[in-house]
């Protein structure tokens, strides 16, 4: 997936390990493609640089994650390749 990139949500991220925030596009830096998986009833999304940076790995609950879509902080285009097991 594709969501805008800004230190606000790795903030947020970083209190709880899940974002639990709605944000505007206007608040972007940029934009970041990111791989995700659904894990348990939360959306996680996994980084793919250093394994050990809180910034690659932290989650969403379904309710924050299709308002940041609403919101368009988070595209609605998604591009499935696998499934995660």
């Known amino acids: 997936m594709s969501r805008f990139n800004t230190p606000l949500l790795y903030v947020d991220a970083h209190d709880n390990g899940q974002v639990d925030q709605i944000y505007s596009p ?3 830096t940029g934009w ?3 791989n995700i ?3 348990g ?3 996680k999304e996994l980084g ?3 394994k050990g940076s809180k910034n690659n ?3 969403y609950e ?3 994650f299709g308002n940041n879509i609403k919101a368009r902080a988070i595209s609605p285009i ?3 390749l696998a499934e995660l097991k």
């Open 26 to 28: 206007s608040q972007a």
């Open 41 to 43: 009833n939360k959306i």
């Open 78 to 80: 998604f591009t499935f």
């Open 37 to 39: 998986c659904i894990e």
């Open 48 to 50: 793919t640089r250093s």
């Open 62 to 64: 379904p309710y924050f």
């Open 57 to 59: 790995m932290f989650y």
């Open 32 to 34: 970041h493609s990111v």
